[in-house]
Protein backbone atom coordinates (compact mmCIF):
# COMPACT_ATOMS: atom_id res chain seq x y z
CA UNK A 1 0.00 0.00 0.00
CA UNK A 2 1.29 3.53 -1.34
CA UNK A 3 2.43 5.59 2.16
CA UNK A 4 0.56 8.99 2.70
CA UNK A 5 3.93 10.56 1.74
CA UNK A 6 2.90 9.29 -2.17
CA UNK A 7 -0.11 9.88 -1.72
CA UNK A 8 -0.94 13.08 -0.51
CA UNK A 9 1.04 15.34 -2.73
CA UNK A 10 0.14 13.45 -5.67
CA UNK A 11 -3.70 13.76 -4.45
CA UNK A 12 -2.94 17.38 -4.14
CA UNK A 13 -1.16 17.67 -7.85
CA UNK A 14 -4.38 15.95 -9.18
CA UNK A 15 -6.43 18.38 -7.54
CA UNK A 16 -4.73 21.48 -8.96
CA UNK A 17 -3.94 20.26 -12.14
CA UNK A 18 -7.95 19.21 -12.76
CA UNK A 19 -8.91 22.84 -11.15
CA UNK A 20 -6.60 24.69 -13.70
CA UNK A 21 -7.88 22.26 -16.16
CA UNK A 22 -11.80 23.14 -15.54
CA UNK A 23 -11.14 26.84 -14.65
CA UNK A 24 -9.20 27.12 -18.41
CA UNK A 25 -12.71 25.91 -20.11
CA UNK A 26 -14.44 28.24 -18.05
CA UNK A 27 -12.21 31.23 -18.94
CA UNK A 28 -11.99 30.39 -22.50
CA UNK A 29 -15.91 29.94 -22.87
CA UNK A 30 -16.41 33.22 -21.41
CA UNK A 31 -13.88 34.64 -23.93
CA UNK A 32 -15.63 33.45 -26.61
CA UNK A 33 -19.14 35.05 -25.56
CA UNK A 34 -20.61 32.34 -23.13
CA UNK A 35 -20.57 33.89 -19.37
CA UNK A 36 -22.33 30.43 -17.80
CA UNK A 37 -19.29 29.07 -16.37
CA UNK A 38 -17.87 32.72 -14.83
CA UNK A 39 -21.63 33.26 -13.47
CA UNK A 40 -21.62 29.60 -11.77
CA UNK A 41 -17.95 30.78 -9.93
CA UNK A 42 -16.34 28.19 -12.48
CA UNK A 43 -13.29 30.55 -13.54
CA UNK A 44 -11.16 29.52 -10.67
CA UNK A 45 -8.77 27.44 -9.38
CA UNK A 46 -10.19 26.54 -5.82
CA UNK A 47 -10.59 22.95 -5.97
CA UNK A 48 -13.88 23.21 -4.44
CA UNK A 49 -15.59 24.90 -7.81
CA UNK A 50 -14.97 21.78 -9.78
CA UNK A 51 -14.71 19.00 -7.95
CA UNK A 52 -16.48 15.71 -8.45
CA UNK A 53 -16.86 14.08 -5.02
CA UNK A 54 -17.02 10.15 -7.13
CA UNK A 55 -14.61 11.21 -9.80
CA UNK A 56 -12.50 13.79 -8.25
CA UNK A 57 -11.53 12.37 -4.99
CA UNK A 58 -13.12 8.69 -4.28
CA UNK A 59 -12.00 7.37 -7.50
CA UNK A 60 -8.30 8.61 -7.47
CA UNK A 61 -8.23 7.84 -4.32
CA UNK A 62 -8.95 3.68 -4.59
CA UNK A 63 -6.81 3.70 -7.87
CA UNK A 64 -3.79 5.26 -5.68
CA UNK A 65 -4.38 2.88 -2.39
CA UNK A 66 -5.42 -0.24 -4.56
CA UNK A 67 -3.65 0.20 -8.06
CA UNK A 68 -7.31 -0.46 -9.73
CA UNK A 69 -7.55 0.89 -12.74
CA UNK A 70 -10.30 3.91 -12.43
CA UNK A 71 -11.16 7.10 -14.60
CA UNK A 72 -11.50 9.96 -12.93
CA UNK A 73 -13.10 13.21 -13.76
CA UNK A 74 -13.99 16.51 -12.47
CA UNK A 75 -17.46 18.83 -12.35
CA UNK A 76 -18.00 19.38 -16.29
CA UNK A 77 -17.87 22.85 -17.43
CA UNK A 78 -21.29 23.80 -18.58
CA UNK A 79 -21.14 25.99 -21.72
CA UNK A 80 -24.21 27.14 -23.56
CA UNK A 81 -23.91 26.64 -27.45
CA UNK A 82 -26.59 29.58 -28.01
CA UNK A 83 -23.84 32.47 -26.84
CA UNK A 84 -21.01 31.73 -28.59
CA UNK A 85 -20.42 33.42 -31.65
CA UNK A 86 -19.94 30.26 -34.02
CA UNK A 87 -20.92 27.48 -32.08
CA UNK A 88 -19.39 24.56 -33.52
CA UNK A 89 -15.81 26.20 -34.09
CA UNK A 90 -15.91 27.67 -30.19
CA UNK A 91 -16.89 24.88 -28.70
CA UNK A 92 -14.24 22.87 -30.07
CA UNK A 93 -11.34 25.83 -29.15
CA UNK A 94 -13.20 26.20 -25.64
CA UNK A 95 -12.56 21.78 -24.98
CA UNK A 96 -8.61 22.25 -26.58
CA UNK A 97 -8.08 24.58 -23.68
CA UNK A 98 -8.45 22.00 -21.15
CA UNK A 99 -5.45 19.78 -22.27
CA UNK A 100 -3.70 23.02 -23.49
CA UNK A 101 -3.49 23.83 -19.81
CA UNK A 102 -2.31 20.79 -18.57
CA UNK A 103 0.65 21.44 -21.16
CA UNK A 104 1.35 24.87 -20.41
CA UNK A 105 0.82 23.22 -16.64
CA UNK A 106 3.57 20.76 -17.16
CA UNK A 107 5.75 22.91 -19.17
CA UNK A 108 6.18 25.19 -16.43
CA UNK A 109 7.34 22.21 -14.32
CA UNK A 110 9.79 21.32 -16.62
CA UNK A 111 11.25 24.88 -16.51
CA UNK A 112 11.76 24.68 -12.81
CA UNK A 113 13.04 21.61 -12.85
CA UNK A 114 15.55 22.79 -15.98
CA UNK A 115 16.38 26.10 -13.18
CA UNK A 116 17.00 23.53 -10.30
CA UNK A 117 19.40 21.98 -12.18
CA UNK A 118 17.96 19.52 -14.47
CA UNK A 119 16.37 16.14 -14.60
CA UNK A 120 18.87 13.82 -12.69
CA UNK A 121 19.66 16.39 -10.31
CA UNK A 122 16.03 17.38 -8.94
CA UNK A 123 14.57 13.29 -8.99
CA UNK A 124 16.20 11.85 -5.87
CA UNK A 125 15.10 14.65 -3.25
CA UNK A 126 11.36 15.21 -2.34
CA UNK A 127 10.83 18.19 -4.13
CA UNK A 128 11.97 16.63 -7.48
CA UNK A 129 9.98 13.75 -6.69
CA UNK A 130 6.83 16.56 -6.60
CA UNK A 131 8.07 18.20 -9.94
CA UNK A 132 8.11 15.01 -11.73
CA UNK A 133 4.84 13.62 -10.37
CA UNK A 134 3.39 17.01 -11.50
CA UNK A 135 4.98 16.92 -14.63
CA UNK A 136 4.06 13.76 -15.57
CA UNK A 137 0.11 13.91 -14.67
CA UNK A 138 0.13 16.99 -16.27
CA UNK A 139 0.82 15.53 -19.96
CA UNK A 140 -0.77 12.35 -19.10
CA UNK A 141 -4.35 14.58 -18.72
CA UNK A 142 -3.16 16.09 -21.51
CA UNK A 143 -3.23 13.07 -24.14
CA UNK A 144 -5.86 11.18 -21.90
CA UNK A 145 -8.62 14.04 -22.60
CA UNK A 146 -7.20 14.40 -26.04
CA UNK A 147 -8.69 10.69 -27.24
CA UNK A 148 -11.55 11.81 -29.77
CA UNK A 149 -14.09 9.56 -28.12
CA UNK A 150 -17.00 12.15 -26.48
CA UNK A 151 -17.33 13.38 -23.62
CA UNK A 152 -13.39 13.74 -23.27
CA UNK A 153 -12.24 16.92 -25.05
CA UNK A 154 -10.67 15.53 -27.83
CA UNK A 155 -14.00 14.26 -29.31
CA UNK A 156 -15.23 17.92 -28.65
CA UNK A 157 -12.47 19.31 -30.56
CA UNK A 158 -12.91 16.49 -33.59
CA UNK A 159 -16.67 17.31 -33.48
CA UNK A 160 -15.96 20.92 -34.09
CA UNK A 161 -13.50 19.50 -37.54
CA UNK A 162 -15.81 17.44 -38.97
CA UNK A 163 -18.59 18.13 -41.49
CA UNK A 164 -22.02 18.45 -39.41
CA UNK A 165 -23.11 14.87 -40.20
CA UNK A 166 -20.28 13.24 -39.08
CA UNK A 167 -19.74 15.62 -36.04
CA UNK A 168 -23.52 14.08 -35.10
CA UNK A 169 -22.13 10.64 -35.90
CA UNK A 170 -19.52 10.90 -33.87
CA UNK A 171 -22.13 12.15 -31.10
CA UNK A 172 -24.59 9.44 -30.74
CA UNK A 173 -21.19 7.92 -28.83
CA UNK A 174 -21.40 10.19 -26.06
CA UNK A 175 -23.28 8.25 -24.23
CA UNK A 176 -21.36 4.99 -24.60
CA UNK A 177 -18.05 7.14 -24.06
CA UNK A 178 -17.14 5.62 -20.85
CA UNK A 179 -17.96 2.56 -21.35
CA UNK A 180 -15.81 2.63 -24.41
CA UNK A 181 -12.90 4.38 -22.01
CA UNK A 182 -12.92 1.23 -19.97
CA UNK A 183 -13.08 -1.20 -22.70
CA UNK A 184 -9.74 0.29 -23.93
CA UNK A 185 -8.37 0.49 -20.46
CA UNK A 186 -9.50 -2.88 -19.47
CA UNK A 187 -7.71 -4.54 -22.58
CA UNK A 188 -4.53 -2.13 -22.16
CA UNK A 189 -5.45 -0.96 -25.39
CA UNK A 190 -5.87 2.86 -23.75
CA UNK A 191 -2.11 2.56 -22.63
CA UNK A 192 -0.81 1.57 -26.19
CA UNK A 193 -2.49 4.28 -27.67
CA UNK A 194 -1.64 7.40 -24.29
CA UNK A 195 2.17 6.47 -23.21
CA UNK A 196 4.17 6.52 -26.33
CA UNK A 197 2.72 9.75 -26.96
CA UNK A 198 2.69 10.94 -23.47
CA UNK A 199 6.40 9.53 -23.17
CA UNK A 200 7.36 11.73 -26.26
CA UNK A 201 5.44 14.66 -24.87
CA UNK A 202 7.81 14.35 -21.84
CA UNK A 203 10.78 13.85 -23.36
CA UNK A 204 10.28 16.99 -25.66
CA UNK A 205 9.85 19.03 -22.26
CA UNK A 206 12.96 18.18 -20.51
CA UNK A 207 15.13 18.09 -23.33
Known sequence: MPSLEFVIPLFVILLLSLSFHEAAHAWTADRLGDPTARLLGRITLNPMAHIDWIGTVLFPLIAIFSGFPLLGWAKPVPVD????RSPRRDF???AAAGPISNIILASLVAAVIALLGGFAAVLPTTAGEFFWQALRLNVLLAVFNMIPVPPLDGGNVLMGLLPEGMARALDQLRPYGFLILYAL?????????????ANTITGWLLL
Not at 81 to 84: A, K, M, P, T
Not at 185 to 197: E, N, V, Y
Open 185 to 197: LFTGALSTIIMPI
Open 92 to 94: AIV
Open 81 to 84: FHNL
